[in-house]
């Protein structure tokens, strides 16, 4: 059974930081590009970053570049979002999605076979 758990995150003031993470299981991960997506209210859902399967090559949204930065750990299965200098514009709900396109990393939903659930993240003061 393929799951993708996120965790991490919250209410956080402008400025602040979070770590969002994603726990894999029910497939053979090391073989997968990995990428987070987040869908705000009312908005299409958009690619935030994304990481090869082995982790040599990554990929950013333009509007996160300097701020975010994606990483995996193919030992633990998990890949994680390190959100740095969060504007209230980063609010929405992020998602890990799983392509076994292993150097995948682009914008299309549907090149991605596995999605978790999401976890919130809002950012106010």
């Known amino acids: 059974q393929v799951q993708l758990v996120e965790s991490g995150g919250g209410l956080v003031q402008p400025g602040g930081s979070l770590r969002l993470s994603c726990a894999a299981s029910g497939f053979t991960f090391n073989i997968y590009a990995m990428s987070w997506y987040r869908q705000a209210p009312g908005k299409e859902r958009e690619l935030v970053a994304g990481?090869?399967?082995?982790?040599?090559?990554?990929n950013y949204a333009d509007s996160v570049k300097g701020r975010f930065t994606i990483s995996r750990d193919n030992a633990k299965n998990t890949v994680h979002l390190q959100m740095n200098s969060l504007e209230p514009g980063d609010t929405a709900d992020y998602y890990c999605a799983a392509s076994r396109l292993r150097y995948y990393t682009g914008p299309t939903p549907s090149m991605y076979q596995y999605w978790g659930q999401g976890t919130q993240v809002t950012v106010s003061s």
């Open positions: 990481i090869t399967h082995s982790g040599d090559s990554t």
